[in-house]
């Protein structure tokens, strides 16, 4: 069978997994703290008989780690964070990281994110406020004061040069390396009042959108043409 076949088959698996990344970047484009994905494809040699014949593997899809628009929200409990550091939050299957810097204090004055999760401190232990006093104040840091008590800080955490990011609930990742925590507060922090948006470029990517609908088209148009081709070689042969 003509190797063309194989090759368009192996585009067209490509481009769905694709096109598959891309609708989820753009549903996603308006999530505080997302942290959008990408595709890197490689070509697969193939060498069946004189002639090589190149494919393109299905992809493989990673975490951008490009920051999102910063904005203002005034809330003394949300903060965004400056540069690449990760906050640490506990939930049931473990510790996990996050972008998402909006925030919420229970009943008990723990710290926890919207969806109830504790915040870790620096010492991987749950932030811990008094829901009595006024709200805290937070610096670039992430050192806590509280009606003039210092608090503790925000846990920041940095992802190793060469980690693996996997997403976790909701937007938040864990990483096949433990994360260090962070030292370099000149680059790295946080902005008490501020969130960090999806860092998804909605524009950029409606237009990748369009370029691989057209793409695809182009691939099925040419499994149809030599699927055609095909068929008029056997008829031929069979003296039809």
Known sequence: MQS??????????????????????????????????????????SQPGKESVSFVSKGENHISTKTGEITQTGNPLDVAIRGDSW????????????????????????LTTLEGYPVLDAGGVPVQLNPD???????????????????????????PPGARLTRAEGVAVTSDIQPVAELDFLHNGVL???????????????????????????????????????????KTIAGS
């Open 4 to 45: 063309n076949i194989y090759v368009a088959l192996s585009a067209q698996l490509s481009l769905q997994r694709r096109l598959d990344t891309l609708a989820n970047n753009v549903a996603n484009v308006n999530t505080v703290g997302y942290r959008g994905e990408e595709v890197s494809f490689e070509e697969l040699v």
């Open 87 to 110: 906050l640490a939050i506990q939930t049931p299957s473990g510790v996990v990281y996050t972008r998402d810097g909006r925030m919420q204090m229970n009943k008990e004055g723990v």
């Open 133 to 159: 006093d006024p709200p805290p104040t937070i610096n670039k840091a992430g050192t806590i004061e509280q009606a003039g008590n210092n608090l503790g800080a925000l846990g920041l955490y940095t992802m």
């Open 192 to 234: 008490q009042g501020y969130v960090e948006k999806s860092n998804v470029n909605p524009i950029l990517e409606m237009t990748h959108l369009i370029t691989l609908q057209r793409n695809f088209q182009g691939v099925s148009t040419m499994l149809s043409d030599t699927e055609t081709s095909l068929t008029d070689a056997l």
